[in-house]
Nanobody
Framework: VQLQAYGGGLVQAGGFLRLSCAVS????????VGWFRQAPGKERELAAS???????YLRDSVKGRFTISRDSAKNTVSLQMNSLKAENTAVYYC?????????????WGHGTHVTVSS
């Protein structure tokens, strides 16, 4: 599975960005995808994820502001990030997996930088 993340950039607080993760090398419907992020000096954390059937998870700090979705026609998973805050500054990575037990993100793309200026 190959993953290509794009869409990062510099935005002012309160603004928005849309990250996309292009998935290839495997039937799109067979993979679940997560967006992880790592802020400077902090550990990597899962920000949002989506299952093969479209079930979603959003960590509490982004609920109401972020939305994750998948597009089967384009083989992409997107993370819409609204009302961005300075603390959302991080390198964002998309990751994918196919195993259900245990669930494991085995495939990783390169990160895309998100910088939110206050």
């Amino acid at each position: 599975v190959q993953l290509q993340a794009y869409g990062g950039g510099l935005v002012q607080a309160g603004g928005f960005l849309r990250l996309s993760c292009a998935v290839s090398g495997r039937t799109f419907s067979s993979v679940y995808v997560g967006w992880f992020r790592q802020a400077p000096g902090k550990e990597r954390e899962l920000a949002a994820s989506i299952t093969q059937s479209g079930g979603t998870y959003l960590r509490d700090s982004v609920k109401g502001r972020f939305t994750i979705s998948r597009d089967s026609a384009k083989n992409t998973v997107s993370l819409q990030m609204n009302s961005l805050k300075a603390e959302n500054t991080a390198v964002y990575y998309c990751a994918a997996g196919v195993r259900l037990v245990p669930k494991k993100y085995e495939y990783w793309g390169h990160g895309t930088h998100v910088t939110v200026s206050s």
